[in-house]
Structure formats: structure tokens, C-alpha cells
């Protein structure tokens, strides 16, 4: 069995901009860079009215990388109209990710409830297929993050890691990988399986972190800190870096409990975590 050691240093911990979500996009960078956070991962949000390219540079001055942007997805709709504002909505997002200098955009693929999960996975199948010459051309990858069952109805019919690989063959393009977010497939009895699969493909792009914690008390916002929950994140990182992974951790927490908080304490919280628990 594998032991793996506890991260003793920042320089591949990255943050989310959600997670620490009373922060603009400034505060953010300026408080990540000064806590010896190395990378950082922009939520499209945190860039609406502002220049990209200032965006850009306030990112790179501050000595932070940008590790990816979040996200694009949402491709599933009865309504074949919505599905094409889906498809150019994602186009612009792989816009802005070369214009921050993103490697790849993360994929919430989405789910519409008034219709089968099988009718949803095609179309999440013709989105991401119809997005691809364009990822290929601007040298941004798509990054397909399989969601917990729990939102299969409504946010992602994407729910196992076996889901996401077997996407990512049937599509078969270079420009498409897989995110592994613990929170979501923790679960899985298959995972260790599937993580070297997704490894032996070149298709582990992103590996996201947080923990689960009982009792749930919000379905999407009641993320825990690491160590808070049963997850165990650092076996699961032990499977990752196995395959060859060298990338970020991501932490990406989306909790109302910690918003609540003062960001500057949940940010030497999340330190303090990271080295214990991850």
C-alpha cells in the first residue's frame, strides 16, 4: 500500500476564486499571492465587466498561475435553441481562458430534468464535440468534471469517473481531458480503477479538493474544509500522483458556513488544512 507524505510546502496548491467568494478577483490575487499560494483558478464570473487582459496581468504580477477557468458545461436542454446558446456560451469561455491564459476550461456538463439521462448525455456529447475545433485552434483543453449522482437531474449528467473516460474515447480528441474533484467520486468503489485509466490516456488534467461532512445541511453549498469529513483525500491524491499527475491542488469549497466567516481566517484555515489533510 502506498503511504503518501503530507504536503509541506504551497507550491502546488491553488485556490478557486468560489472559495473564498467575498473577495473580487483583486483582494483574491493579492491575499493567494502573500499566503505563498502558487496557482489559482478564475470562475468566469470574477471576470465579468473587466479587461481580460488586465485580468491577465494583475494574475502574472502578482507571481500566481492560472491553473484553469470555471467553467463552461451546461449543454443538455429539450429546447434545441438553448442548446445552441449553450455551445456559443462555451465557445466564449474558451475565449476568455486563452485570454487569461487558462490551459483548459473545467466542464459542469449539465442535465435537464425534463428529459431523459440518456437523451442529456448526447447532447453533452454534440456540445463538447462542437466546441473542440476551437479548443484545438486557441490551444485550450476541455476538462470534463464528473458530478456526484446527487445532481445528476439538474447539473451534470456526467457521474462517474468511468462516465468521463468513456466519454473522452468515444470522442477521442487531444484536446479533451477529465477533472477528478474527491467530493464527487469519493464514493466510487471503481475510482482507483478509473483514475489509472484516465492516467494511462494522458487525460488526468485537474485534480479539485475539499471534504465531505456530515450532516449535509445544503446539497450544493456545504462543502467541508479538509479534514473536516470522510473523504480520504490523501489516498485518493496517492492514486493521482500515481498515474504521473504533477499538477495543482485545487481546493474549491462552496460553503455558506465559511463565506460567513472572515476570509482572511479562512484562508489560514485552508493553509493549515492543506498540510494536515491533503
Not at 442529456?120 to 463538447?128: A, C, E, L, P, Y
Request: aromatic share 8%; proline share 4%.
Amino acid at each position: 500500500m502506498q503511504v503518501v507524505s503530507e504536503l509541506t510546502d504551497t507550491s502546488r496548491l491553488c485556490l478557486h476564486t468560489i472559495t473564498t467568494k467575498p473577495w473580487p478577483l483583486e483582494i483574491a490575487v493579492e491575499k493567494y499571492a502573500a499566503a505563498g499560494v502558487h496557482g489559482i483558478t478564475v470562475w468566469r464570473q470574477w471576470l465579468e465587466g473587466k479587461s481580460l487582459e488586465k485580468s491577465r496581468r494583475l494574475i502574472s504580477d502578482a507571481g500566481l498561475q492560472v491553473v484553469s477557468l470555471c467553467r463552461g458545461g451546461f449543454f443538455p436542454s429539450a429546447n434545441a435553441g438553448k442548446r445552441q446558446e449553450a455551445i456559443a456560451e462555451n465557445l466564449r469561455a474558451l475565449d476568455e481562458a486563452a485570454a487569461i491564459g487558462a490551459p483548459w476550461v473545467v466542464l459542469v456538463c449539465g442535465a435537464d430534468p425534463s428529459q431523459s439521462l440518456i437523451d442529456s448525455r448526447q447532447q453533452i456529447f454534440d456540445g463538447i464535440s462542437a466546441c473542440l475545433e476551437q479548443a484545438q485552434k486557441l490551444g485550450v483543453k476541455l476538462a470534463i468534471e464528473p458530478l456526484h449522482p446527487m445532481y445528476a437531474g439538474d447539473r451534470s449528467a456526467i457521474n462517474t469517473m468511468k462516465q468521463a473516460n468513456d466519454l473522452c474515447e468515444l470522442i477521442d480528441h487531444p484536446f479533451l481531458g477529465v477533472a477528478v474533484d474527491v467530493y464527487h467520486v469519493w464514493w466510487d468503489p471503481d475510482l482507483q480503477k478509473e483514475i489509472e485509466r484516465c492516467g494511462r490516456a494522458g487525460r488526468l488534467l485537474a485534480f479539485h479538493i475539499c471534504d465531505w461532512h456530515l450532516p449535509v445541511e445544503d446539497l450544493l453549498n456545504d462543502r467541508g474544509l479538509m479534514g473536516e469529513g470522510c473523504i480520504n483525500i490523501r489516498e485518493i491524491r496517492g492514486w493521482v500522483e500515481q498515474t504521473g499527475f504533477t499538477g495543482f491542488n485545487e481546493v474549491e469549497i462552496f460553503s455558506n458556513r465559511w463565506w460567513k466567516t472572515d476570509m482572511d481566517d479562512f484562508l489560514a484555515a485552508i493553509l493549515a488544512a492543506y498540510r494536515r489533510h491533503s
